[in-house]
């Protein structure tokens, strides 16, 4: 962009004064001077002249920059833009005048509107770094000749952190879903792991090393099964039995336990607020939550030891507050903050610290799940949690949740005692032939007579011919032409006192609760032991 200087050479200042007077008497012959209404502006303003003098400041700039207008006003050279950016002098007004200055590169945005310029950066003020936007024009006189030029900056800091920790949740989303699927199609595979583990061991003598090798295959599917466990939780998408919870009870609890964990040269303090509000939730999760946040902590502090506070303590959020976290809504909630006094860590790191598998500690100490888990079950609790950092002086993790309200309640289903099968008739449906090989060898060896089908369409084919013909309908959740949850419905329509069992490793359509309210007797996850089906089953056929 440019435009011509010469036209105002040799008259530039008095023409100048002539062009802001021609300006000001164009605002409704009002007798307010432009400099005074300009001060009304909540934005830094100022406005230079084709030589480069100033000839507006106004009361904004004074109040972030700490530069009167008096000091500033017919000063030259650049000399504005010293409270700005030092000696590197890269305004906006500059390039208005065209005087070919490559001032892009100071800036991490810059477009031109027709004959404005547009630009974001960071810049410095007394009170610290900020970011801003700035905006420069022309001033035109009656002639149509440019006599100077007016820019205004805005501090949008407040915004441009939101936008990014919005971000930063919408990645974490994004990973929690395909972290989800995935989880789904892996419960299936680990399902047929350990269910043919435990009927292989049950085939073979308890004296020979085939045995101990199975028991080992065991072992490790339960941890399989605990990782995928803490994937779904990161995922949002654990299943939980929700109720009241009083939270300080829960970190008393976890605070014995860290007690005797971690080594003596780290202190543990703990700041609590007696007033603070319940919150409803699973406690197993709400215990995870305090265990992951307190252990991340002191592995911070494990070189030189240090101080380690947990506190709590209710908190209101207004709207104004509420808009600087991402997803929470004004309203009372609890807030929990871990801090530490221990490494701290840099601003790449705590862009990435809830990413699921990210850790900064040595291969093999540690899974990168502990934080994720964290998030996951926060999110799932409508609560938000963030994280500061500084450097070699520590870390606080800040958790809000929601308040407890009133009608909380949640509806607690024990398991009924396990009980051995006597020829009840049940009809199993999955399309994993494999799951659906040893789910009926396991069902038959419990005493239950089992009849099997890999398609949702073909099994309600069957029933639909001789309903009666079955005590019970164990039936997988994810299939193809008809879901677990449209099989169910459709037999209840046939028979509505038929018991069924959902079975699903995971499924964004149908929640537990969701399937309770539709008529299905009992919901199974994925993987499933010998001893959880049966237990499924015994409650399936109790409950009818």
Known sequence: MSHSKGSTKGSEHAGNK?????????LGKSPVPLDRLIDFLPDPTFAIDTSGTVILWNKALEDI??????????????????PFYGDRRPMLANMVLGD?????????????????????????????????????SPIYDSAGTVIGVIETIRDITERVNYEERLARAQKLEAIGTLAGGIAHDFNNILSAVIGYTELAIDDVPPGDPAARSLQEVLKAGDRAKDL???????????????????????????????RSSIPSTIAITRDIDPHSPAVFADPTQIHQVVMN?????????????????????????????????????????????????????DQETVDRVFEPFFTTREKGKGTGLGLSTVHGIV????????????????????????????????????????????????????????????????????????????????ALDVFSRDPHAFDLVITDQTMPLLTGADLAAKMRAIRNDIPIILITGFSEIVSAEQARKQGISVYLEKPFTRKSLANAISRALSAS
């Not at 920059?65 to 010293?82: C, F, H, P, S, T």
């Not at 994937?231 to 014995?256: C, D, G, N, P, Y």
């Not at 609890?334 to 701290?344: K, R």
């Not at 070699?392 to 949640?410: I, M, N, Q, W």
């Open 18 to 26: 002539t062009g802001l007077a021609g300006t000001q008497a164009g």
């Open 293 to 345: 946040l307190c252990t991340n902590a002191y592995q911070a502090m494990m070189a030189r030891g240090g101080t380690l506070t947990v506190g709590l303590s209710p908190v209101e959020l207004d709207t104004a507050l509420a808009r600087g976290i991402p997803r929470l809504e004004p309203g009372t909630y609890l807030h929990l903050w871990v801090s530490d006094t221990g490494c701290g860590m």
């Open 379 to 458: 999110s799932d609790l409508s609560g938000a949690v963030t994280v500061s950092s500084t450097m070699g002086e520590g870390s606080t993790f800040h958790v809000y949740l929601p308040a407890c309200k009133p009608e909380d309640r949640k509806d607690q289903i024990g398991e009924d005692t396990v009980t051995r099968g006597n020829g009840e008739r049940i009809l199993l449906v999955d399309d994993e032939s494999a799951i659906l090989a040893f789910a009926a060898s396991m069902i038959e060896q419990m005493g239950y007579s089992a009849s099997t089908h890999s398609s949702s369409v073909q």
């Open 100 to 136: 070919g200055m490559d001032m892009k590169r100071k800036y991490t945005s810059l477009t031109c509107r027709g004959d404005s310029i547009l630009a974001e950066g960071y810049t410095q003020t007394p009170q610290g770094t900020i970011y801003v936007m700035a905006k420069a």
């Open 65 to 82: 920059w700490g530069v009167r207008a008096q000091d500033m006003l017919g000063k030259g050279n650049y000399e504005y833009a010293i």
């Open 228 to 258: 995928v466990s803490q994937i779904l939780t990161f995922s949002r998408q654990a299943r939980t039995e929700k109720k009241v919870v009083r939270v300080h009870f829960i970190v008393k609890e976890a605070m014995k336990l860290l």
